[in-house]
């Protein structure tokens, strides 16, 4: 089975907000955003500590950011099912 090469991810912050993303490698990406290593959002450096509570993986870098903005887009409560479903995502297109 071919591993996705972009990964498109959701944050629990600290402060209890939601953070969406991409990265080809969630583990790196996770470690940036609390400041472990050089590289993390602006937003979540006020944030920390952060956790991945979702990811999935994407076919192209194109699709993950598709995803990224659709996710953004939903309300909290939709958020929050997808996170507590473990569902993979599935835009209504």
């Known amino acids: 089975m071919k591993q996705s090469s972009w990964i498109v991810y ?50 192209s870098r194109s699709q993950a950011c598709q995803y990224e903005s659709q996710i953004k887009a939903l309300s909290r409560s939709a958020k929050e099912r997808l996170i507590t479903s473990k569902a993979s995502w599935t835009p209504d297109d």
């Not at 912050?13 to 955003?33: F, I, K, M, S, W």
């Open 10 to 59: 959701i944050l629990n912050c600290a402060d209890g907000t939601l953070y969406t993303g991409v990265t080809t490698d969630a583990e790196r990406r996770l470690r940036q955003h609390n400041g472990e290593i050089v590289g993390g959002a602006r937003y979540t450096r006020v944030r920390r500590p952060v956790a991945i509570v979702w990811q999935q993986g994407c076919d």
